[in-house]
């Protein structure tokens, strides 16, 4: 997410120009205005494919070769609720970045109801044209919604096993949603025992922001030492948490095995930040 690489692709998502009519522009003014998105932009560098905003920014990556694979260390450490969960039956995503945590999601937990839900348009069509995100079926939904409106109304089921949240716009400052009522949300949506995962900006003010909102909402919350440049990811639960280490490194270890995920990087992180 916070990785500087130059863009080699810049199209505007909106045909709006500055010479139109000016009958035109009085039509225009008449219907309700449409939310204006950042450039979705593209590099390639060294077999790996990176999504941006319009800026250097990066906003998810994929290995060409292996489209499946989770590429960045931070996007990695997202899944890190797979330390507390083996047999999740919801998982959602809030901001679909290149579909990279939805993939891993819909491929290795097939009994799973899998949710990404993405504001963008423009990013749902490029994740199926460039990032080989699958088509939607009975077991994958992609929503075009504002993440705010679907966990609202998520709250109110409270049956998502594991939330992973990424929302960040093309300036790269902090999550776009970090208010107490947004995690108040989020922990209500969540089944008893669900574990969300957050990317957070380690080395800017929303970062004590956002873990004063996420501790006011969640029972326990944990912060995985920080990578790249600056992106730290949070582990927040609902309910009490044992944190036993030693069953906690035995099913780091068969995650390894099963999808060569650093797990027991993770444990690792969580036992630092504890002690």
Request: with cysteine; aromatic share 10%; glycine share 6%.
């Amino acid at each position: 997410m916070l990785i500087r690489r130059k863009s080699i692709e810049a199209q505007a998502n909106t045909k709006a120009g500055p010479n139109r009519r000016r009958q035109q522009l009085e039509a225009d003014a008449s219907k309700p205005r449409k939310i204006k998105y950042a450039p979705v932009t593209l590099s390639e560098l060294e077999g790996v494919r990176y999504l941006h905003f319009g800026t250097e920014w990066v906003q998810g990556a994929m290995r060409i070769r292996k489209p499946d694979w989770i590429e960045l260390e931070y996007a990695q450490q997202m899944m890190a609720w797979m330390l507390f969960n083996r047999d999740p039956r919801h998982i959602v995503q809030l901001g679909l970045g290149t579909g990279a945590l939805t993939k891993f999601s819909y491929r290795q937990f097939p009994q799973a109801q899998v949710t990404a839900v993405e504001l963008n348009p423009a990013v749902i069509t490029i994740c199926h044209s460039m990032f080989k995100l699958p088509e939607p079926d009975e077991r994958l939904m992609i929503l075009e919604s504002d993440a705010m409106d679907f966990i609202v109304h998520a709250a109110s089921h409270g049956i998502i096993d594991a939330l992973q949240v990424d929302l960040y716009d093309a300036t790269a400052r902090g999550p776009v949603l970090d208010t107490p009522e947004f995690y108040q949300a989020c922990y209500d949506s969540l089944a008893a025992g669900g574990v969300m995962t957050v990317n957070l900006f380690g080395d800017h003010p929303s970062y004590a922001k956002n873990l004063r909102a996420m501790e006011h909402a969640f029972d326990t919350v944990v912060s995985l030492p920080e990578v790249h440049d600056g992106n730290v990811v949070a582990l927040a639960f609902k309910g009490e948490v044992q944190f036993d280490f030693p069953e906690l490194y035995a099913r780091a270890a068969l995650i390894e095995t099963q999808t060569k995920l650093p797990a027991k990087s993770w444990v690792n992180g969580i036992k630092s930040a504890l002690q």
